[in-house]
């Protein structure tokens, strides 16, 4: 399974940017998905995440700012960020909870990460 994040970049405090992260490979299921982050310096924390069922859950810090949002038939999770602050600035890693097949039989239920994008809020 590989998760490939994307939409990062650089963006003056008060903008926008949407992060978009796609799951390949052999998927049975997906159950939540979330984005994270991690600044320099610090721990990697919760941004957002939501079940498959589209539940969604947010850090105090981005709720009424960022939106959280799901394609299911394309294993695809998306981060809306409205108004954005210096504070935002991070790494963003999205995560999955994927189930897969196995060859010789049964499921495989893993926690799996995109290789991280750059989200900088500077004027």
């Known amino acids: 399974v590989q998760l490939q994040a994307s939409g990062g970049g650089l963006v003056q405090p008060g903008g926008s940017l949407r992060l978009s992260c796609a799951a390949s490979?052999?998927?049975?299921?997906?159950?939540?998905m979330g984005w994270y982050r991690q600044a320099p310096g610090k721990q990697r924390d919760l941004v957002a995440s939501i079940t498959n069922g589209g539940s969604t859950n947010y850090a105090d810090s981005v709720k009424g700012r960022f939106t959280i949002s799901r394609d299911n038939a394309k294993n695809t999770v998306y981060l809306q960020m409205n108004s954005l602050k210096p504070e935002d600035t991070a790494v963003y890693y999205c995560?999955?909870?994927?189930?897969?097949?196995?060859?010789?039989?049964?499921?495989?239920?893993?926690?799996?990460w995109g290789q991280g994008t750059l989200v900088t809020v500077s004027s």
């Open positions: 995560n999955a909870i994927v189930t897969t097949a196995q060859a010789m039989g049964g499921m495989y239920v893993g926690s799996y």
């Open positions: 490979g052999s998927i049975v299921s997906i159950a939540t």
